[in-house]
């Protein structure tokens, strides 16, 4: 069930991103949609395994943080690194999370001023520059006691 809520709140981020004229064509992604999905998804991974309440955003762009009032959840497929771009915020956390579903990881965070080293800073897929942020960079999350 939270697979299909995710994914539907994914869709309808799409749906609102058409509808708004703002349906961006990334390089690398042979379907729009999975921005979209990929990001619901990993935003509702995390705040399941942080037992945070997830809001369900749509049509925020950024404006307000994913989950709380300071943490960006960035999910990427499988074997890569987390992204931030120069225009992010400094002051909030990137979380990154990495797979595919059903299964995701959460990989660790880093504070956006901390992401913005130059070494990081790749220009890929014929996008504008950005920061790729190796794991070994990120702290890590404890898990619970259970």
Not at 105 to 132: H, M, T
Request: net charge positive; with cysteine.
């Amino acid at each position: 069930m939270e697979v299909r809520v995710a994914a539907s709140v994914g869709v309808e981020r799409q749906l609102q991103s058409m509808h708004m004229g703002l349906h961006e064509k990334v390089p690398g992604i042979k379907c729009p949609w999975e921005i979209n999905i990929l990001g619901a998804l990993g935003e509702c991974a995390y705040c399941k395994f942080r037992a945070h309440y997830w809001n369900f955003s749509v049509n925020t762009f950024k404006n307000i943080p994913d989950v709380g009032c300071n943490v960006q959840i960035r999910t990427t497929a499988p074997n890569l690194r987390l992204i931030v771009r120069p225009e992010d915020p400094s002051d909030q956390y990137f979380v990154h999370i990495r797979g595919e579903c059903p299964t995701y990881e959460v990989v660790g965070w880093i504070l956006g001023k901390d992401a913005k080293q130059p070494g990081w800073l790749e220009a890929v897929n014929g996008r504008s520059p950005a920061y790729f942020v190796p794991d070994n960079a990120l702290t890590p999350f404890k898990l619970k006691a259970a």
